[in-house]
């Protein structure tokens, strides 16, 4: 048996947890503060604390949730991909990103993983062509953003956004994601704010409408990639469950419900969903959605043929979508090199 994952307590866990090995009321939260607000990643780190409680945290609670096997950092050095083990032996990926000045000022994002591989089974994602392997624990995802945190702030950066589109539907895993989120959110602690975050999902409808009444503020982000349900069956095979016309129906519910703007992702993949056609179709679907269409032009993987628009091309596609008044970024190409871009993650065995 594996010690129980320190991240994986909520607070009134955590306390519960060492005032019953004796000690007073407030030395849980002495451990939460270190954990959360100092970022100690190890015992020996908790120096205001006694050597002998120190050593009984780690005896009984497991600190290393994340291994870190490989980092690797892209030739210009604004992305950093770390392979980790857990504690079964399974892997997962997260990417930290350097954005400079965007918004008037310099930003890190950690992009985390929800699961170990994905079931979603998108024929263009490299998560998805490995398949499900396990759920991750809202310890394992909390332990991602930590790290990321530490990582920087040890560089003497900060962390300034969190996106949930790592390996993994996090939907999927929507119990355990939203917990995750809360416990970073909590003010007493990380105090990470909400709208910092992102949530990615391929658009699991009914947790859509779940999600609008969750009176959470985070931002919500779909994998539309196509705006007819042939096409897009084709690709993301959760359509044929959840057809564009409902997802859509969902997506206007949490505009409504949350007054918050939804971002479309659309991977940009040469003749086949870049066309100005489709860029027509898209924009009669989304007609009157309060929304932005982040376009990224298809980051390679092993087992799909697809090719990546050009940047003519994409211009022409935003272009298209604009003219009939809806947003659209293309995102550069980022971390292609060491295989973090979009869809890229992917573990090792
Ligand atoms: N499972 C979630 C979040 C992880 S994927 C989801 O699907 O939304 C993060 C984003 O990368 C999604 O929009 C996904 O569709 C996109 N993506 C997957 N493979 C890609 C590829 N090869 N190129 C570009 N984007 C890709
Ligand atoms: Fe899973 Fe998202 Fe990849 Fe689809 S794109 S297989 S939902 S991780």
Redesign the pocket.
């Known amino acids: 048996m594996t010690n129980p994952l320190i991240y994986d307590f909520d607070f009134p866990e955590l306390a519960a947890r060492v005032k019953s090995w004796g000690e007073p009321k407030f030395r849980g939260k002495q451990v939460w503060d270190g954990l959360y607000k100092n970022l100690w990643t190890t015992p020996e780190e908790f120096t205001n604390l006694s050597k002998s409680l120190r050593e009984k945290m780690g005896e009984l609670l497991k600190f290393d949730v994340l291994k870190p096997v490989v980092t690797q950092e892209s030739k210009d050095g604004d992305t950093r991909k770390t392979l980790f083990e857990l504690h079964d032996g399974q892997q997962i990926e997260t990417v930290i990103m350097h954005y400079d000045r965007e918004e008037g000022q310099d930003r890190n994002t950690v992009c985390i993983s929800t699961q170990v591989g ?1 079931g ?1 089974g ?1 024929k ?4 998805g062509q490995m398949g499900f392997k396990r759920q991750l624990s809202s310890g394992e995802i909390v332990a991602q953003v930590i790290y990321a945190a530490r990582e920087l702030q040890d560089a003497g950066e900060t962390l300034t956004n969190v996106v ?3 390996m ?3 939907f999927h895993n929507y119990e355990t994601t939203l917990e995750a989120l809360a416990r970073l959110n909590d003010e007493n602690g990380f105090n990470f704010g909400a709208r910092r975050f992102t949530i ?3 658009g699991l409808v009914p947790l859509i409408w779940k999600f609008a009444d969750a009176g959470v503020q985070y931002n919500l ?1 779909i ?1 539309l ?1 196509a705006a007819e349900d042939e096409l897009r069956s084709s690709m993301l095979p959760i359509n044929d469950k959840h057809p564009i016309n409902k997802l859509l129906e969902a997506c206007r519910y949490y505009v409504e419900q949350t007054s918050r703007k939804i971002t479309f ?1 659309w ?1 940009l993949i040469e003749g086949v969903n870049d066309t100005p056609e489709q860029a027509y179709i898209l924009a009669r679907k989304l007609k009157g959605l309060m929304c932005h269409v982040n376009a ?1 032009p ?4 092993q087992g ?1 043929h697809g090719q990546s628009t050009d940047n003519d091309r994409a211009k022409i596609f935003k272009e298209t979508l604009e003219q009939v008044g809806i947003t659209c970024t293309i995102r550069a190409h980022r971390g292609i090199d060491i295989q973090a ?4 993650l992917a573990s090792r065995l």
């Open positions: 994905c979603m998108c263009f994602c490299a998560t949930v589109m790592g993994g539907e996090p990615s999902t391929v982000a994998s990639h992702e991977a990224i298809l980051n390679p993987t799909f871009g979009c869809g890229q």
